[in-house]
């Protein structure tokens, strides 16, 4: 037995930590996995769908990150996104913070940001919405330490992205941001149904967190 991993409990069920968990898109997809989910953010959340402790997310890792099997880490993303650079904004970087305090504490992990921030990523694999059947391109980058993600297939881009502005067409993939028009398109598409408009903006996907748990739990034996 790996000298992480928790002995006994749950009747073999692995306990995850989902820190900056916002509404907890990340976190469904761990449970979808099979997953007993622990959501921790800095802020309320009343929408989070599971377990939720409101708490700094590095102190909350270095007190408690040792009693779970896998941590996923979702940093803010606003340093990294294209809108906030526009608009020089400026956000502080916790991305690598929060890599030092999960290479510490031990635990295999993965953390998990937008395009903008794959210069300051260390091989990240990209997920892309097409890959999962959804209607939405969503690219999401995710990095992997103490054990090895599988780099799925990316499609090729054919389906016409949405207008901003305009509700999402059949034929065309969905761009969930800002403003954006068509909540409850939004809601179908990302598997997200529990979500306001404001926690979709940034939501992962269940779909691509399941898709990690999994890879994980198939190593982890």
């Known amino acids: ?16 930590l989902d820190l900056y968990c916002c509404q907890g898109g990340a976190s469904k997809g761990y449970r979808d996995a099979g997953f007993e989910v622990v959501g921790v953010d800095i802020a309320p959340q ?43 904004n400026e956000h502080p970087d916790l991305l690598a913070p929060t890599r030092g ?13 937008v395009m903008g921030a794959q210069p300051k990523m260390r091989n990240p694999v990209l997920l892309c919405g ?10 999401r980058l995710f990095e992997a330490g103490g054990w090895e993600l599988p780099t799925p297939e990316h499609p090729e881009h054919i389906r016409r992205q949405t207008k901003m502005g305009r509700r999402r067409k059949p034929d065309e993939m969905g761009i969930y941001v800002g403003n954006f028009i068509g909540v409850d398109d939004a809601k179908e598409d990302l598997g997200v149904p529990w979500m306001s408009r404001e926690g979709i903006r ?14 994980f739990l198939a190593q982890d034996g």
């Open 1 to 16: 037995m790996a000298a992480w991993r928790r002995k006994g409990g749950y009747g073999g069920i692995r306990k995850l």
């Open 46 to 88: 009343p929408r989070y769908p599971y377990k939720f402790v409101q708490a700094h997310a590095i102190q909350y890792l270095f007190q408690h990150g040792h009693e779970f099997d896998f941590i996923h880490a979702s940093p803010p993303c606003q340093r990294y996104s294209k809108t906030q650079r526009i608009q020089q």
């Open 101 to 113: 305090a999960l290479r510490e504490v031990g635990v295999p992990w993965v953390i998990e940001n």
């Open 130 to 139: 097409d890959y999962f059947g959804l209607n939405t391109y969503r690219h």
């Open 202 to 215: 940034e939501c992962i996907p269940p779909a691509y967190t399941e898709f990690v748990g999994r890879a």
